[in-house]
């Protein structure tokens, strides 16, 4: 193995420490939901804020971050959204009053969508014409590690939590910091690459995003409108379930412990530690992705099924979930990537990234509101069936597009999601 290509082996690295630092500050609200909630007084909708209000800065972003990204290279890119997360994760911390937690979580939304595009677009950069599926399914695995972490936080840190609602959110910015820290080290090692070196490209990143053009959404096909419907409610609905409102409903409906509930919670995240490469893999090798992507969604409507009108064991839904998640972000990006030219492929990754931010945020108010007007809590467990409902009814909907796309794609119609990709 050359220099080159080790070199670029610890670049991934480096990218692994960012984004697995960021995802656990996007995924610490959901432990410290509890103390919040008994400590500040926090209502529902107010937690549900807190994860919403990310969002909402990426509506206009994600349609220039891909610009932004072109024009001064995914290293650089990198580093500018990784001091956002660092400074907006500080004032998350610091956390009073209510609108200054508010605002660091605003800030922390700005840097986080940019930060995540512009490490993937590292990733193809360093990894261009050679193992870029696999540089992919770790750098997918390594967020799943961040959302772990912060799953089971309550367990490792135990000590912190005792403390009160402030010292998680420490501990996260410390953590935030680290991966500042290694985006300065990424961006001091990508100044440095020789031109031509393995794995990089000359001047000109990869994977960044063509400038937006609005003419370019009305040539689109059904198939890519399919499986962006798929994208955009998939993550509507798991991203506020499992982010922000799950530990709380495990612990006050199935009266777990706040450790306890936080492992049930991690599982799902552990689980595509491992599988989201596995599946990836299965893909490239026997093709079948809307298949698979069909599989995947449908485990999402019998999860919150089980949830909300049976008493099994957790660990049921927590395995389908986990499974759903493994198989859908390791076949549905490279599998939209099948259905666009790569000319529009910024403009298509774009639209997707705009309309989960809103579903995100959307659904992750709204369940805010359903759970405050049923008056849910360890009084009250059955008060958050309708939020069970609502995202039963959206993942089915989720459900039912990618479904109508494996049709389409099992006809004359189809861009080859059934087929293997080809061996290099």
């Known amino acids: 193995m050359t220099g080159p290509i080790r070199g670029r082996w610890w670049v991934l690295a480096l990218i692994a420490v960012v984004i697995a630092g960021n ?76 609108e ?12 986080e969508e940019t930060l995540f595009i512009s490490l993937l677009a590292g990733v193809a950069q360093w990894f261009h014409g050679g193992r870029a599926a696999l540089a992919m399914a770790l750098f997918f695995s390594m967020a799943r590690v961040g959302s ?11 000590a912190v939590y005792a ?5 998680p959110l420490i501990l996260a910015a410390v953590l935030t910091g680290v991966s500042l820290v290694a985006a300065i080290v990424y961006l001091w090692i990508d100044r440095h690459r020789p031109e031509g070196e393995v794995g ?16 370019d959404l009305t040539t689109f096909d059904t198939s890519f409108w399919l499986i962006m419907g798929l994208n955009v409610l998939f993550a509507s609905v798991f991203f506020p379930f499992r982010s922000t409102f799950a530990i709380e409903f495990f612990q006050d409906a199935k009266k777990l412990s706040l450790a306890d ?34 599989i995947g969604a449908g485990l999402m409507p019998m999860t919150f099924a089980i949830l909300g009108l049976t008493h099994w064991s957790l660990w049921i839904s927590t395995a389908l979930m986990g499974l759903s998640f493994s198989v859908i972000p390791a076949v549905i990006w490279p599998s ?22 809103l579903g995100m945020g959307g659904l992750n108010l709204a369940a805010g509101w359903l759970n405050d007007t049923a008056k849910a809590g360890p009084a009250n467990p059955a008060g958050y069936g309708p939020m069970l409902l609502m995202f039963f009814l959206f993942s089915l909907a989720g459900f039912l597009a990618v479904a109508a796309l494996w049709r389409r794609e099992s006809g004359p119609n189809a861009h080859g999601l059934n087929a293997p990709s080809p061996r290099a």
């Open 23 to 98: 995802y656990y500050t996007f995924d610490v609200i959901a432990p410290v939901a509890d103390l919040l909630r008994r400590e500040r007084g926090f209502s529902q909708s107010q937690i549900g804020m807190l994860n919403a209000v990310y969002g909402l800065p990426n509506i206009p972003l994600s349609l220039v971050g891909g610009m932004l990204i072109d024009r001064i290279g995914p290293a650089r890119a990198s580093l500018l959204a990784a001091a956002f997360c660092f400074v907006g994760t500080v004032l998350t911390a610091w956390g009073q009053p209510y």
């Open 148 to 158: 772990y972490a912060a799953d089971i936080s309550p367990r490792w840190a135990g």
């Open 200 to 215: 990089g490209i000359g001047a000109r990143p990869v994977g960044g995003h063509a400038p937006f053009n609005w003419r």
């Open 261 to 294: 509930a936080g492992l049930v919670n991690s599982w799902v995240f552990f689980t595509a530690i491992f599988a989201t490469p596995v599946f990836g893999l299965i893909a490239d090798r026997f093709g079948r992705r809307a298949m698979l992507l069909t």
């Open 100 to 111: 200054m937690m508010v605002f660091g979580r605003l800030l922390f939304g700005i840097g």
């Open 336 to 357: 939209t990537a099948m259905l666009v030219e790569p000319r529009r492929l910024g403009t298509a990754f774009g639209l997707i990234n705009v309309l989960q931010s």
């Open 163 to 167: 403390a009160g609602w402030r010292p």
